[in-house]
């Protein structure tokens, strides 16, 4: 879902921007096109909040075309009408609450006669119905050829083929919108014994529904309690009778009643594809399906995976964001023409010491605060959006889960837990706050305490990989530290933390080459997300160390930490890294970057400060997010436990490599 998109008029509770305003929701699987048709039909504008009462979130954007003012609503993945998991309860919500005057249904055209079951669902639901059949590009490619205008004739709603990526279709998508009337659409029947059962309880309904009758005895007789709760507010006296018949109905049926239904649905979607679709005698194989395969086996996937790694993170953004681009930037830009400029327009035109302080000293918040923001994290950050937007828009991720779903498990993740994890790499804060997807409590405290613990974000890592390439070894007793400290703590947390790991399931969307206007997008939209985040942070950092300055706080504060630092094994002036570390990691990092300029750390030194520093308390910006996220007492609970095992850590760290001698 778009989590980094711009906000846009919308108020907050979701309502239309205009009184003419009519609501369009899209449906459908995860990884099936929805948010790039979200994109498309509204631009980079939108608003995304949690859905009342949820941590789901639902992201909502205004469009005008045909004629039309339209608002949005990008639902979460459902599989079923029937919902199971939080996210497909609140997409079932949006549909009987807001009552959306159109509602798409976008499925992936290469898993026709899976997803159909879902649209059969809809249409049985009296909902207003357009079908969008996507990723039709790949399904050709494939060799499968699908009769829109049969399809649309059988179900008796309109239907689209596209490939939103491509922005094939998005023209007929929009006329569709603007020009749907409601109509009478397909019937579907079953068994004679099961439309008896619908009919006998369809019939006691007499209250007003979003929902036809039809397809609420359905639900009723799944056991769905929430449409169980909504028909006994609306039966009134009715409700006993109508409860029994179903009690009485199910318990009848109680051993098939589920698979019968299911075989019925099948059989359905297969009548409706007669004709329909298409498959060639001998399929063809296409170079994504070749790269897709690789990816997912562990003989293949892992090689590629340390393949991604070395040339994107490692040589993308770290050598040349954090080595290239930081070294012109900071080194050139800023050092040796930006800042003495500045220095001397301010000299020159404020006469108090102190406020020259405040803004061009030491801790200045242009010559510190803005070179650390601009000069040394925002090329870093602006590479790894790149490279993640890339890996994103390619259909990788879904692999990459599959991938490490069998090891995840070990921790009491799933492979789902992979995304805030890659994305901990760009920013822990967003990550932290995408770890309310996974599906239950232990797995979003177990992926915080992971998140908070071992994965660097960016510009830390980029930092830190610049730091580290200077010094033979460091880089990999670096690496090294993380990786087992990380195994280490989720195999314990998996231990510790009572529950069960949950099933993993994710629909795969294509594997292709990254479309470049939707990499551009993307990597914008982030960048602009982040970079509006950090500058506020920074200078308001630079701030409070030029009043620890003034007041000796600061002074006091590091003297404070000098006993720590020596545990440890660094020099007293390491204190003020971690220092910096706590109003951002990547401020810490950067911290680093000028302890290592002035040569006040040796090799040993260096690589004991840099895992300690990557492990230490989570910044201030990701402690609010923890604390947000899974309440003060655990996120407390969870900062006390990440600096406990940093310092750990770097003493044993500190003593190894003094025994060793292995740097």
């Known amino acids: 879902m778009g989590l980094f998109e711009r906000k846009c008029s919308l108020p907050a509770d979701g309502t239309p921007a205009g009184a003419g305003t009519r ?59 029937l919902p199971i998991t939080e996210e497909e309860r ?15 249904h976008v499925l992936d055209a290469r898993n026709l006669e899976r997803m159909l079951v879902m649209t059969l669902q809809l249409v049985e639901a009296g909902l207003p119905v357009i079908l969008v059949v996507n990723i039709m590009d790949e399904a050709e490619r494939m060799g499968l050829e ?52 619908i009919a006998e309880i369809a019939g006691q309904l007499s209250g007003e529904y979003t929902l036809a009758k039809k397809s609420l005895a359905l639900l009723l007789l799944q056991r769905d309690e929430e449409i169980a709760a909504l028909v006994a507010g609306k039966e009134g006296e009715r409700a006993s009778s109508i409860a029994e018949k179903v009690r009485e109905k199910t318990f009848e049926r109680r051993e098939s009643f589920h698979l019968d239904l299911s075989l019925e649905r099948k059989g359905i ?58 070294d012109f930037l900071e080194g050139t830009l ?30 200045g918040v242009i010559t510190l605060g803005l070179r650390y923001a601009v000069g040394i994290i925002l090329p870093i950050v602006a590479t790894f959006f790149l490279f ?41 804060t967003m990550a932290t706050m995408v770890t309310r997807t996974l599906e239950t409590t232990r797995e979003r405290i177990i992926a915080t305490v992971l998140l908070a ?30 990786l087992l400290i990380f195994l280490v703590v989720g195999l314990l947390s998996a231990k510790v933390m009572p529950g069960e790991t949950p099933m993993f399931y994710m629909e795969l969307p294509p594997m292709r080459l990254p479309q470049l206007s939707n990499v551009i997008t993307k990597t914008y939209t982030r960048m602009q997300w982040y970079f509006m985040e950090i500058l506020p942070l ?43 570390g706590f109003f951002r990691r990547d401020y810490g990092a950067a911290g680093l970057y000028d302890l290592q300029a002035k040569g006040l750390m040796d090799p040993r030194q260096l690589v004991v400060a840099a895992v300690t520093l990557t492990l230490f308390v989570p910044c201030v910006a990701q402690f609010l997010m923890m604390k947000k996220e899974r309440g003060i007492k655990t996120a407390g609970l969870i900062a006390l436990f990440v600096s406990v095992v940093a310092v750990g850590s770097g003493w044993a760290l500190n003593r190894f490599i003094l025994f060793t001698g292995i740097l």
């Open 388 to 428: 993640f937007s890339m890996l994103e828009d390619s259909g990788y991720f879904p692999r990459l889960a599959l991938l490490v779903d069998r090891i995840f498990k070990k921790f009491g993740l799933t492979g789902r837990a992979v995304i805030p994890m890659v994305l901990g790499f760009g920013c822990d």
């Open 146 to 197: 699908i009769d829109i205008p049969l399809l649309a004739e059988k179900l008796g709603i309109p239907v689209i083929g596209a490939a939103t990526a491509k922005k094939r279709g998005l023209p007929e998508i929009r006329k569709a919108i603007a020009s749907y009337e409601a109509a009478r659409h397909a019937s579907f029947g079953y068994s004679r014994r099961l439309e008896g059962d």
């Open 538 to 580: 920074f200078i308001l950092a630079s701030v409070l160390l030029w009043l620890g300055k003034i007041t000796n706080f600061f002074d006091k504060l590091v003297n404070w930490m000098e006993p720590v630092m020596a545990f440890i094994g660094l020099p007293r002036d390491a204190a003020v890294a971690f220092i910096f």
């Open 90 to 104: 609140v997409a079932r919500e949006i549909l009987l609450t807001e009552r959306p005057d159109v509602v798409l």
């Open 23 to 81: 609501k369009v929701a899209l449906v459908g699987n995860p990884n099936v096109g929805k948010s790039v048709l979200f994109n498309a039909l509204t631009g980079a504008y939108v608003a995304v909040s949690n859905y009342p009462g949820t941590s789901v979130e639902v992201s909502r954007g205004s469009a005008a075309f045909e004629g039309g003012s339209w608002e949005i609503i990008d639902t979460p993945g459902m599989y079923s009408i």
């Open 334 to 363: 800023f050092e040796e023409y930006f800042n003495p400029w500045i220095i001397g327009v301010v000299n020159g035109i404020v006469p108090w010491e102190i406020i020259r302080e405040l803004i061009v000293g030491e801790y």
């Open 453 to 482: 613990l071992a994965i660097p974000c960016s510009a830390q890592l980029g930092v830190i990989m610049a730091l580290l390439s200077k010094a033979p070894g460091a880089l990999l007793v670096w690496s090294a530290c993380l």
């Open 269 to 326: 979607v297969k009548g409706l594809l007669a004709g329909v679709l298409r498959t060639p005698e001998k399929r063809r194989v296409t170079a994504g399906e070749r790269l897709s395969s690789w990816a997912v086996h562990p003989l293949t996937g892992v090689p590629l995976l340390l393949a991604v790694l070395y040339y994107g993170l490692y040589q993308f953004v770290g050598v040349f964001g954090a080595g290239t681009l930081v």
